[in-house]
């Protein structure tokens, strides 16, 4: 034999070892893998198990006081106290989404979508679950009703809840519970048959710039 036919003969014999040692009986097991990090990557695959973790869940929660993107945090807690004590602050604070046209629209939409069927188009209690019966207790917005509420008591009713009303936190983003705070003040200025114009100008006293973050240290002194 010459040198070519020999070296023919054994890239056969090779070629044919590595596709003989490649394909296994067993069709559930992929055999031989020359380069298995292509096919089977460092990654978890979702809710897989993993040996990582003490509790074997690949599934992580974030780390404790993440906070996600565009989010502001609001550190008042659900007492009554901290409650009360968003009805002194009469003003929005200055992290609050600015009053204006757009974004009274907007919190005409989002009131449309999440508090309407309980407080009503005007505001004034009669949604569909108090008038199907379903709901009672429902307050209308009006200054006679609601003589004390204030931007901040109403950001923090519809984040934390109250009574029957539960929390909105986890379904409205920050900015947004203001722009509906702007909505409730407009509708209540409809109902008390003031000018919903004001509302969205805002008077002096509303444009005093207030903090969350004063507002949490209060609050969580109160409650010490
Ligand atoms: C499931 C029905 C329901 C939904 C939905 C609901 N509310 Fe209420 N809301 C109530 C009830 C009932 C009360 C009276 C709570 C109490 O004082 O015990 C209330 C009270 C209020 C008050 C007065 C709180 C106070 O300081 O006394 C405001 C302001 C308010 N809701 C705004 C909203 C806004 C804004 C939304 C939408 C994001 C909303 N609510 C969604 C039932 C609801």
Redesign the pocket.
């Given at each position: 034999m010459n040198r070519t036919l020999k070296l023919f003969v054994a890239s056969i014999a090779v070629f044919s070892m590595v596709i003989g040692t490649s394909c296994s009986r067993d069709k559930s097991k992929p055999g031989l893998e020359y380069m298995p990090d292509m096919y089977r990557g460092p990654q978890l695959n979702t809710y897989s198990a993993s040996g990582l973790f003490k509790d074997s869940s690949s599934a992580r929660l974030p780390e404790e006081g993440t906070v996600p993107r565009g989010y502001t945090t609001y550190n008042v807690p659900n007492t009554t106290d901290a409650y009360l004590a968003t009805l002194e602050k009469k003003a929005y604070p200055s992290t609050a989404a600015e009053m204006s046209e757009s974004n009274l629209l907007e919190g005409e939409r989002l009131?449309t979508r999440?508090?309407v069927?309980?407080?009503g188009v005007k505001g004034d209690g009669n949604g569909n679950?108090m008038e199907s019966g379903k709901?009672a207790?429902?307050?209308s917005?009006d200054s006679q009703r609601?003589p004390d509420?204030t931007p901040m008591?109403?950001f923090h009713?519809?984040t934390h809840g109250?009574?029957?009303?539960?929390a909105?936190a986890a379904q409205?983003e920050t900015q947004d519970r203001w722009r509906?705070a702007q909505y409730?003040l407009a509708l209540r200025a409809e109902l008390d048959g003031d000018d919903a114009a004001d509302v969205v100008v805002g008077d002096d006293e509303s444009s005093m710039a207030e903090d969350v973050a004063d507002d949490s240290e209060d609050a969580s002194e109160e409650n010490a």
């Open positions: 009131y999440f508090c069927n309980c407080h679950l709901f207790g429902v307050p917005y609601l509420i008591s109403i009713v519809i109250k009574g029957v009303m539960g909105h409205i509906i409730v």
